[in-house]
């Protein structure tokens, strides 16, 4: 079966500073999304950065950027410059390219402390 | 902008009630997916849909159905609710192939279940 991990149930970082969150995942997939998606406390999940395995560039969206490993099945989020409204909950999710539906990782709650 | 609707943001029924959740999407999406998000379960699949009247399992359909009779509605119905249902559920489509495979996520419904 497909899973994704996500070893972090809490993060915090100071305001202006970086943090990464850590993504397992496990398939026998060649080719697949990986995506992060953000839910603020308003519950509006929010697309982050989607990565597809094909492309051995990591994915950057302005201060989010990606480290995708391949072969180690990891894919972890780096904000850079965090800011308060990036306190949230970060969900990993890993979706084949020949399957509709996305397989989620636990979450991990990330506060920003001022 | 897609918009994804979801008929009630919080719900309170009794134990054995008949429970429809509904969600709307306006943007002729084939996929429409209801999700269960728990603390520290993440996101899980319970029902999804790929075209009119059809409908896979997901990962936890148990005390679930479902009902698309249009394409932009998709109808989650807990038969007889019990306790244990009680969970924020989230709805969501997307378009096969397209819009980089994204997931477009409703606001969310809490239900409990009393």
């Known amino acids: 079966a497909q899973t994704v991990t996500q070893s972090q149930p809490e993060m915090s970082v100071q305001e202006a500073e970086t943090v990464t969150l850590s993504c397992t995942y496990d398939?026998?997939?060649?080719?697949?999304?990986l995506f992060w998606y953000k839910q603020p406390p308003s519950r509006q999940m929010i697309l982050v950065i989607r990565?597809?395995?094909?492309?051995?560039q990591n994915a950057t969206e302005n201060r989010f950027s990606v480290n995708f490993q391949k072969a180690a099945k990891s894919f972890s989020l780096k904000i850079s410059d965090s800011q308060l409204g990036d306190a949230a909950m970060y969900f990993c999710?890993?979706?084949?390219?020949?399957?509709?539906?996305?397989?989620f990782g636990q979450g991990t709650r990330l506060t920003i402390n001022p | 902008d897609v918009k994804v609707t979801q008929s009630s943001r919080y719900l309170v029924k009794r134990t054995g009630e008949k429970v429809f959740l509904e969600c709307v999407q306006d943007?002729?999406?084939?996929?429409m997916f209801w999700y269960r998000q728990d603390p520290g379960l993440g996101l899980r699949l319970i029902y999804f849909?790929?075209?009119?009247?059809?409908?896979e399992k997901g990962d936890i359909p148990e005390g679930y159905s479902v009902s698309r009779e249009k394409k932009e509605r998709f109808s989650l119905i807990l038969e007889s609710a019990s306790t244990n249902q009680t969970s924020m559920y989230l709805c969501?489509?997307?378009?096969?192939?397209?819009?980089?495979?994204?997931?477009?996520f409703g606001s969310g419904t809490q239900l409990s279940v009393l």
């Open positions: 969501a489509s997307s378009a096969p192939g397209q819009l980089n495979e994204k997931l477009f």
């Open positions: 398939t026998s997939e060649s080719d697949y999304y």
């Open positions: 990565q597809e395995a094909y492309k051995q």
């Open positions: 999710a890993y979706k084949p390219r020949a399957a509709q539906k996305l397989v």
């Open positions: 943007m002729d999406h084939e996929n």
């Open positions: 849909s790929y075209d009119v009247k059809m409908k």
